[in-house]
């Protein structure tokens, strides 16, 4: 792992997205409760706060941090083709939260799939990506020139 401890503490924000896309008879069984798992937003939405508090144990050389925020929004998509999944991590410290985001969204991505792949095998998890960063070093960074939802 590479060494932090030189670095100054400083509250870091990252915030991600990532999309499922799928038929909209999926959407609409998921929209109304009815899938055979359950609740697939609600399981969803816990299992990417879930996964964003485990990341030092899933991807290798990650820092276990002690995240003071963890939320995840699943929406439906304004072109109606699927979900949208947006995690928000944040901390105060010495290195940022660009994983713990981008894993939330990963497997909340992941468990919508899993929930609902009985009625739509052709579900797509796509566009995972960072949205924006604060604190630290580098300071801010946010993504540009590009529509955020494809």
Do not use: F
Request: charged share 25%; proline share 3%; glycine share 10%.
């Amino acid at each position: 792992m590479v060494d932090v401890g030189g670095k100054a503490e400083t509250e870091r924000v990252a915030i991600a997205e990532g999309s499922v896309l799928m038929e909209p008879a999926t959407l609409a069984l998921i929209r109304d409760g009815n899938a055979k798992k359950g609740d697939v937003i609600g399981t969803a939405r816990i299992a990417g706060i879930m996964a964003a508090k485990q990341t030092a144990n899933l991807i290798p050389l990650c820092h276990p941090l002690a995240l003071t925020k963890v939320a995840v929004s699943i929406d439906e998509r304004p072109d109606g083709k699927g979900l949208r999944i947006e995690a928000t991590a944040r901390l105060t410290g010495r290195t940022g939260v660009e994983m713990e985001a981008l894993t939330a969204v990963s497997v909340a991505c992941l468990t919508i799939y899993d929930m609902a792949k009985a009625a739509d095998k052709g579900m797509v998890v796509t566009d995972i990506r960072l949205l924006s960063k604060t604190g630290g070093k580098s300071g801010p960074w946010r993504r540009t020139g590009e529509k955020e939802t494809d």
